[in-house]
């Protein structure tokens, strides 16, 4: 059992959401070193007892259970897989668990790499955005063998309130595309509402009171729509992070010969607004492409 005495946590992408996801386990009482590209983005993890790491490969030497959650595939592969990766400088019986939306081939290359290393890989992405990462109700989509996550449940309790084991390696981030597809066509019905209201002449607050508990209602139609209202586009999920999601779930239903219109359209939309300078905003920032 993975205990605060006998386990020592790495943390490694402390953004939006890691630096929420990693304050929930220094909080239960496990000792955490942190390592991000930009120093700045843990201050507030070192000022609270967490301890800082200099590289991933500091991490992998120091740490017996290793977390991840970065920005893009290549930015895993190199984590990982890289000279200086964890896979290469973990010790033996080492977890290690990505929790970066990332395609499911590279999570299942990178568990044969641990495995032969003796290390319990798990690819475990995650929904909810910042605010379900900081009130630790994020859901948690789950890869890898049964025995390594029923281990690892405990800590993955300390982060969300949804936790599925889903299979296989790999079968966490086939859910996550599962989840990222139908986030992107409803983000679409969202907007939409939202801009009809406000051009009917019509309260959209009012109208959000109505529309969120009946049977349109949905956890971005909840959560998103007031920020669109309030004109606050701050991430809680990059849209450029967004379209990498939408091109790995369209590479993935292509090769198993499925047509994906609603993601197809929803992935133009957003391309749109990147190349109009957005792709820093947060998802709900899909609201502007209804203006001039």
């Not at 977890?95 to 499911?104: E, K, L």
Request: hydrophobic share 40%; aromatic share 8%; glycine share 10%.
């Amino acid at each position: 059992m993975l205990t605060p005495e006998n386990t020592r946590i790495g943390f490694i992408g402390t953004g939006v959401m890691g630096r929420s996801m990693a304050g929930h386990l220094l909080k239960a009482g496990y000792p955490v070193i942190v390592y991000n590209r930009t120093r700045d983005k843990a201050t507030e993890l070192i000022e609270n007892g967490a301890a800082w790491a200099s590289s991933p490969k500091e991490i992998a030497e120091r740490a017996n259970v290793v977390f991840t959650i970065v920005g893009y595939p290549k930015d895993v592969e190199e984590v990982y897989l890289g000279e200086d990766g964890i896979v290469a400088h973990a010790k033996p019986h080492t977890y290690v668990i990505d929790m970066t939306t990332s395609t499911p081939t590279l999570a299942e290359q990178i568990y044969q790499a641990a495995k032969e290393r003796e290390l319990f890989a798990v690819d475990a992405p995650v929904s909810g955005g910042d605010v379900g990462a900081k009130e630790a109700r994020l859901s948690i989509m789950v890869g890898g063998d049964r025995d390594v996550y029923d281990e690892l449940e405990p800590l993955f309790k300390l982060l969300g309130s949804n936790i599925v084991y889903q299979g296989k390696a790999g079968a966490g981030q086939h859910t996550k595309m599962c989840n990222q597809i139908a986030i992107a066509t409803n983000m679409i019905g969202v907007c939409e509402a939202m801009v009809y209201a406000e051009k009917a002449g019509l309260n959209p607050e009012k109208v959000l009171t109505s529309i969120s508990f009946g049977a349109a209602g949905s956890w971005s139609l909840s959560n998103l729509a007031p920020r669109m209202i309030n004109g606050n586009f701050m991430p809680g999920f990059y849209i450029k992070h967004f379209i990498k999601d939408m091109k790995i779930a369209l590479a993935e239903a292509d090769a198993m010969g499925m047509e994906t219109p609603g993601l197809s359209l929803a992935k133009s939309m957003y391309d749109s607004l990147a190349q109009r300078g957005e792709e820093d905003s947060g998802t709900q920032a899909l609201y502007k492409y209804w203006q001039d």
